[in-house]
């Protein structure tokens, strides 16, 4: 019924930009708290960046000043500004978000992924 869309991925060098976008996708639901998740390969799934229901937000220190997360509440969208690419920044990223549905109950609701590959 709900579900989550990454896309912009792809191949840029260091120092390169890309935005990631996500779109959310259903009826009857809003989006409480919201954020992007990466995994490297070989590694754990990490938090890259949260925003909250209250506009708040809260970034990892390995990217912070770099990344930028943003929403389009009108039209159920999610966005990571990631300027200043390093290799170390190689990921599939998530969208993630918890998702009021029909004023009822809540889900945790996971993206497809999108891979980000930052090339020396």
């Known amino acids: 019924q709900v579900q989550l869309a990454e896309s912009g991925g792809g191949l840029v060098q260091a120092g390169g930009s890309l935005r990631l976008a996500c779109a959310a996708s259903g009826s009857s639901f809003s989006i409480n708290r919201m954020g992007w998740y990466r995994q490297a390969p070989g590694k754990q799934r990490e938090l890259v960046a949260v925003?909250?229901?209250?506009?708040?937000?809260n970034y990892a220190d390995s990217v912070k000043g770099r990344f930028t997360i943003s929403r389009d509440n009108a039209k159920n969208a999610a966005f990571l500004q990631m300027n200043s690419l390093k290799p170390e920044d190689t990921a599939v990223y998530y969208c993630?978000?918890?998702?009021?549905?029909?004023?009822?109950?809540?889900?945790?609701?996971w993206g497809q992924g999108t891979q980000v590959t930052v090339s020396s």
């Open positions: 925003m909250s229901s209250g506009g708040s937000t």
């Open positions: 993630n978000a918890a998702v009021l549905v029909r004023q009822m109950y809540s889900l945790n609701i």
